[in-house]
């Protein structure tokens, strides 16, 4: 009736309708609302919808616009607005009167690749020092075959010193990877937060570095600063200061010393010396602390904000590959196939955890769980609170393991065998770069006596589940050589959405993971 009524009006009619209900079909209902519905409403937008709003008025530009929405997107993947922060003094240490043979080994162990016992593994280099793969029974206890203890008193393995010793700073540089509207770095300079700003850098920075569109920056080349490393770095750890949320980069060498980067300025603030009598192999940093692990055998822990040295742990008896650390404990491997356990931060000795049958190349720790890889192509899982061997994980890789990472219920494995493996402890369904598995991983240990809780970065982002169930996945074509590596891959990390992998082949390769709302089943794609 209505059609047919407009229908029967003449167009000079129509015209003035036309113009009286306009206003009202054309009523903002969000606009109109109070300013804290409306920011209420738009805040269960996700950040595409929310620019696409930002177009349609000034109004809606203002509330889309609004910092507390921005703020809680940046706070959902961990993401924090960070101030320019102080510099730090640069000391430096007495060498100490001990010595040890430097082997210059990279923080690779000893590998058990089915040989004769009188074989001796050759590396992926030449000067890759690898043991004798012999087998043991694989028990270590608290104490020596002769009776006396392994660990003697906390205070008789630990030593304190104090800083000495400092260098003139050199003059800033401008050099920095925020976008332009931030035109200086300084020190004094104080940045009103802009959440949106961050979000769109990040999402940003993450859409390059995915689609390889970046630009690398060097910090140590020729013609580098003095303060620069004298030798080899192998290993490097990102940390952020947690009192003022300024980034750096601290990096150990095979010159026996760790520095810490500024990367705004790509100057060394920190030289850490004199602690190791020999190659530094292992980094791990946070909550104020930093630990270093060396071939020298010795385990560092250093005070950052005191710039003191709060203990050294001599415990271990060949080359300490990997450290790693939590709020409560400290966890070492070494190339004489144990890990040991050490609470933290009073280092007191825990457990010695000896089942492995090679040197323990790689350790990842996880609240009350342990992992651990070794060039006996296994993984095991421990319980940090008892000492106790959950699962075993054998044959995981074709050779030797030399990196893994931990987010239960997800471990990350690199190989001597060139391939990366990422599965799930608990289904143990997952994924290989290697043909040769086809998504389950053997366990030669019963299901585990507890359940595991994943992490909150393993979370569905289109449902909230944090129940995610691997499935069995189709192996990604690897046309062209872009999914496998072409040597041993050294070193693998589990981020927010994607995984990444850094090889002897001079390469570093990122796996993209997303969520499928369905089943809500994780999904690895390349």
Not at 358 to 379: E, H, M, P, T
Not at 401 to 429: E, N, Y
Not at 474 to 493: F, I, K, N
């Amino acid at each position: 009736m209505a059609y047919k009524l407009l229908a029967a009006l003449p167009r000079s009619r129509l015209a003035a309708i036309q113009r009286k209900i306009a206003p009202l079909l054309q009523f903002d209902v969000v606009g109109s609302l109070p300013a804290e519905v409306s920011i209420q409403i738009f805040s269960h937008l996700p950040f595409q919808t929310l620019l696409t709003c930002a177009l349609v008025s000034r109004r809606w530009q203002a509330l889309a616009n609004d910092q507390t929405i921005w703020k809680r997107l940046c706070a959902a993947r961990g993401w924090t607005w960070r101030q320019p922060a102080r510099t730090h003094t640069e000391p430096s240490y007495p060498p100490h009167n001990a010595e040890w043979n430097d082997s210059d080994d990279e923080g690779m162990g000893d590998s058990d690749d089915g040989g004769t016992d009188d074989e001796i593994i050759s590396g992926a280099e030449a000067d890759l020092a690898l043991m004798p793969a012999e087998l043991d029974s694989g028990f270590a206890s608290m104490s020596s075959s002769d009776g006396v203890p392994l660990f003697s008193n906390a205070r008789d393995t630990l030593y304190s010193g104090s800083a000495v010793g400092s260098s003139a700073r050199s003059k800033s540089l401008t050099r920095h990877s925020a976008p332009s509207v931030l035109k200086t770095t300084g020190e004094t300079l104080y940045l009103m937060p802009n959440y949106k700003l961050l979000h769109q850098t990040l999402i940003k920075l993450r859409n390059r570095f995915l689609s390889s569109n970046y630009r690398l920056s060097a910090l140590q080349t020729r013609g580098a600063p003095s303060t620069a490393h004298t030798n080899t770095i192998y290993c490097l750890q990102l940390y952020t200061y947690p009192e003022t949320g300024q980034q750096v980069l601290f990096t150990g060498s095979r010159d026996r010393s760790i520095r810490e980067w500024n990367l705004t300025t790509g100057l060394v603030e920190r030289i850490i010396s004199g602690v190791h009598s020999s190659s530094v192999l292992s980094l791990c940093a946070q909550n104020g602390y930093l630990a270093s692990a060396g071939s020298d055998r010795r385990v560092m822990v250093w005070h950052l904000e005191s710039n003191e040295l709060v203990g050294v742990i001599c415990d271990h008896e060949d080359s300490v590959l990997c450290v790693r650390f939590d709020d409560e404990r400290l966890v070492s491997c070494s190339k004489d196939r144990t890990v040991r356990t050490y609470s933290f931060p009073d280092l007191v000795p825990q457990f010695v955890l000896g089942a492995h049958r090679a040197a323990v190349n790689a350790v990842s720790i996880s609240k009350d769980l342990i992992v651990s890889g070794s060039g006996d192509r296994s993984i095991r899982l421990w319980d940090a609170k008892t000492g106790k061997l959950l699962r075993t994980f054998d044959n995981h890789h074709t050779r030797g393991i030399a990196s893994i990472d931990f987010k239960p219920p997800i471990v990350l494995s690199g190989s001597s065998d060139k391939h990366v493996r990422f599965f799930d402890i608990t289904s143990l369904q997952g994924w290989s770069t290697s043909p040769e598995y086809d998504g389950a991983t053997p366990a030669s240990n019963a299901p585990l006596p507890f359940p595991l809780i994943s992490t909150p970065g393993l979370v569905c982002q289109t449902c909230g589940s944090s129940s995610i169930q691997p499935t069995p996945l189709p192996q990604p074509s690897t046309d062209g050589g872009r999914c496998v590596h072409g040597d041993l891959v050294r070193s693998v990390a589990v981020g927010y959405d994607f995984v990444l992998s850094g090889s002897y082949d001079l390469s570093i390769k990122a796996r993209k993971l997303w969520f499928v709302q369905v089943r809500c089943h994780l999904i690895f794609n390349v």
